[in-house]
């Protein structure tokens, strides 16, 4: 497969499947306080996580489809990004404890995510 096709049909499975996990979001945030508390309340709190395993998937396929070098230099930012945000968490950790506000572990993902775009965008700025 050419490089440019793959990357089509990277962007269209990584598409759907956010567009699975934006609607299963919402459709949870919704009726998941009308769900009485028990096993269904957590499965409905649970249920975006079959968009998030639907997006991994096309990622995983996506790595699967590029040529080595690709895959050794996007693995490259993405570990980057990980010891970054590693770095990043593990200080403002220490921080919260004089006086900052707790921050929710939905931070993290962005932020890995945001550093690993920008690793990716530079990468690509820089071998022009």
């Given at each position: 497969m050419r490089e440019r096709e793959g990357i089509k049909v990277y962007f269209?499975?990584?598409?759907?499947?956010?567009?699975?996990?934006?609607?299963?979001?919402?459709?949870?945030?919704?009726?998941?306080?009308?769900?009485?508390?028990?096993?269904?309340?957590?499965?409905?709190?649970?249920?975006?996580?079959?968009?998030?395993?639907?997006?991994?998937?096309?990622?995983?396929r996506h790595f699967r489809r590029i040529d080595e070098y690709i895959r050794q230099q996007s693995l490259e930012c993405i570990a980057v990004a990980a010891a970054v945000t590693a770095g990043l968490s593990f200080t403002y950790g220490f921080l919260e404890g004089p006086d900052y506000p707790r921050l929710s572990m939905f931070v993290v993902m962005p932020v890995m995510f945001g550093l690993w775009g920008a690793l990716v965008c530079i990468r690509n700025w820089l071998s022009r």
């Open positions: 269209r499975e990584f598409g759907a499947s956010l567009a699975i996990y934006v609607v299963i979001l919402f459709t949870a945030a919704k009726f998941g306080p009308s769900v009485p508390a028990g096993l269904w309340r957590t499965a409905v709190g649970v249920s975006p996580m079959i968009g998030y395993c639907l997006m991994t998937w096309a990622v995983a």
